[in-house]
């Protein structure tokens, strides 16, 4: 081979490394992105649904729950929190009913 073929194969090389390397960054980022999204859909979806539960509790529909307590992560204890809050309000409206009812 000559030295200007020499000179070519090398380049050659050159790009198709540089444009494989550039390949593989971009499919690494878009696998991580999916994964990032994947992970914050999950961690929002119950945050996006807590709010309608709470306005159908301050409606009056006392049997409202969230879902959502069996999780391990903070959203959990703020699901749980709201179901021991959604008890104590349903318990007490229970109890008013029913000094209500014996006032009668």
Excluded: C, H
């Amino acid at each position: 081979m000559t030295l200007p073929q020499l000179k070519l194969r090398q380049q050659l090389r050159v790009l198709l490394f540089s444009v494989g390397s550039i390949g593989l960054i971009a499919f690494v980022l878009v696998i991580g992105y999916r994964l990032i999204y994947a992970g914050l859909d999950g961690m929002l979806t119950p945050l996006e649904k807590l709010p309608v539960v709470i306005t159908r509790l301050g409606k009056g529909d006392f049997k409202q729950r969230s879902r959502d307590a069996v999780r391990t992560d903070e959203i959990a204890q703020l699901a749980a929190a709201f179901n021991r809050i959604a008890d104590q309000l349903e318990k007490m409206m229970n109890e008013n009913r029913s000094l209500s009812i014996s006032w009668n």
